[in-house]
C-alpha cells in the first residue's frame, strides 16, 4: 500500500505547507516514514541556505511528529524528487498546488507537472489551501476498463481495507458512450475488488457535458482521495497522466494520486 514512505517536496509558500499537512496525515494513518525534501538549484549557495531554512520551519510546523529532512541539488524540483523517491524508495510522492490557483482546486505548476509525466512512485497532489482531517474518508478510484484501472482495482481495494475506509468505483459518461456499457464494465470491476478483497465497492457513474461538470455532480466526502491509474502510453514503472485524468484531476476537490505503470 502506498504511504509506508512518503517524500514531501516542500517550500516556504502556502502550497509547501499543504503538502507538508497532508504527507503527515498520510503518514500518520499508515505508519509510514515521512521525510520532507526541499530542492535547491546547482550554484546556488544563497538558495542552499534558504533550503535548510526552509527545512526548520517545516520543523517547526511539524512538531514533535517523527520526520526526515533533506535539501538536495537538481536543476529542478520535480527532477529532484523524482531522483529521491526512486533512490530512497519512497512509494509515495506530495505536492502542492501551483500558487495562484482556484480556493479548492487543483492548478499544476511545473514540478507537479514534471512528476506526472516521469516520476517512477506515485504522486499525490493537493488542492490550493487543502486542509486534511484526522481520518481518510473514503478511496475513489476512477476506473475506465483498461488493463491499468484493472491492476489498480486489486491495489487500491487492498488500500480500502487496511485504512478501513469504504471504496467508490466511478466512471464518467461524457454522453459520447454507451451507458449501458459503462455500467457493466463498473459491475465487472466491482467483482474484481470483490475477489480480490472481499471489499464490496460502491460504484458510480458521473455524468455531464464535460469532466467538470462530471465531477461536479457527484458528492465528495471529508477525508476523500482520488486515485487515478497512469495512461496506458506511460512507460513501465513510470506515472503518465492521460488528457481524462488530467482534466479530473484539475477539477477535483480532494487530493489526487497517481499511480504507476506496473505499480504494486
Known amino acids: 500500500m502506498i504511504g509506508e514512505h512518503v517524500i514531501v517536496g516542500y517550500t516556504g509558500e502556502p502550497s509547501g505547507r499543504e503538502a507538508l499537512a497532508l504527507g503527515a496525515a498520510i503518514t500518520r ?12 538549484p546547482p550554484g546556488s549557495p544563497g538558495l542552499a541556505v534558504e533550503a535548510q531554512a526552509n527545512l526548520a520551519h517545516a520543523a517547526e510546523e511539524l512538531g ?7 535539501a538536495y ?4 524540483s520535480g527532477r529532484g ?12 510522492v506530495v505536492v ?5 490557483g482556484q480556493h479548492g482546486r487543483i492548478a499544476i505548476g511545473t514540478t507537479a507537472d514534471h ?4 516520476s517512477p512512485e506515485a504522486v499525490m497532489v493537493a488542492p490550493a489551501q487543502y486542509a486534511p482531517p484526522e481520518e481518510p474518508g473514503r478511496l475513489t478510484l476512477a476506473y475506465v476498463h483498461r488493463p491499468q484501472c484493472d491492476a489498480a482495482v486489486e491495489r487500491v481495494a487492498q488500500a480500502a481495507l487496511r485504512l478501513g475506509v469504504p471504496l467508490r468505483l466511478i466512471t464518467f459518461d461524457l454522453r459520447t458512450e454507451d451507458q449501458s456499457r459503462l455500467r457493466d464494465d463498473l459491475a465487472l470491476a466491482v467483482r474484481l475488488a470483490w475477489e480480490s478483497t472481499g471489499i464490496e465497492a460502491e460504484a458510480e457513474v458521473a455524468e455531464g457535458h464535460d469532466v467538470a461538470a462530471a465531477m461536479a455532480g457527484v458528492e465528495w466526502l471529508p477525508g476523500e482521495l482520488l486515485v487515478c491509474a497512469a495512461s496506458e502510453d506511460a512507460q513501465p514503472h513510470r506515472v503518465f497522466l492521460g488528457e481524462l485524468a488530467m ?3 484539475r477539477a477535483s476537490p480532494c487530493p489526487v494520486t497517481v499511480l504507476p505503470r506496473g505499480f504494486s
Open 29 to 40: 494513518v499508515t505508519g509510514g516514514e515521512l521525510t520532507v525534501a526541499t530542492i535547491y
Open 64 to 70: 514533535d511528529a517523527p520526520a526526515g529532512y533533506l
Open 73 to 76: 541539488e537538481s536543476r529542478g
Open 81 to 92: 524528487l523524482a531522483v529521491l523517491a526512486s533512490r530512497m524508495r519512497a512509494d509515495l
Open 96 to 100: 502542492g498546488s501551483a500558487g495562484g
Open 115 to 118: 512528476l506526472l509525466h516521469l
Open 247 to 249: 482534466k479530473m484531476l
